[in-house]
């Protein structure tokens, strides 16, 4: 699976952005999908994961109540909708997928990555 996330740019504190995923090669509707971010200096966490059909998230501490990912499989889509951005949400963000399961948020269990987007968010 190839992986084409777009939506970066950079905003103002308080503001939002929505992150896509365009995944090609194979259906991925039978995977878990993910976005992570790397800031410089910083080793890449984990934002949040989306089962297979959708029907549960899981939400890192830091963005949550902020950040909503949601999948579309009839198009091949992933997004994360951004909420009340701040300075500290700067990051190349990377969406990645793997046939395991939502729960393990490690980076290293994700099979495949994009190429990720650059977030910047001015104070």
């Known amino acids: 699976v190839q992986l084409q996330a777009s939506g970066g740019g950079l905003v103002q504190a308080g503001g939002s952005l929505r992150l896509s995923c365009a995944a090609s090669?194979?259906?991925?509707?039978?995977?878990?999908m993910g976005w992570f971010r790397q800031a410089p200096g910083k080793e890449r966490e984990f934002v949040a994961a989306?089962?297979?059909?959708?029907?549960?998230?899981n939400v890192a501490t830091s963005v949550k109540g902020r950040f909503t990912i949601a999948r579309d499989n009839t198009k091949n889509m992933v997004y994360l909708q951004m909420n009340s951005l701040k300075p500290e949400d700067t990051a190349v963000y990377y969406c990645?997928?793997?046939?395991?399961?939502?729960?393990?948020?490690?980076?290293?269990?994700?099979?495949?990555w994009g190429q990720g987007t650059q977030v910047t968010v001015s104070s």
């Open positions: 989306i089962s297979w059909s959708g029907g549960t998230t």
């Open positions: 090669g194979r259906t991925f509707s039978s995977d878990t």
């Open positions: 990645a997928g793997k046939s395991g399961s939502w729960r393990d948020a490690r980076p290293e269990g994700y099979v495949y």
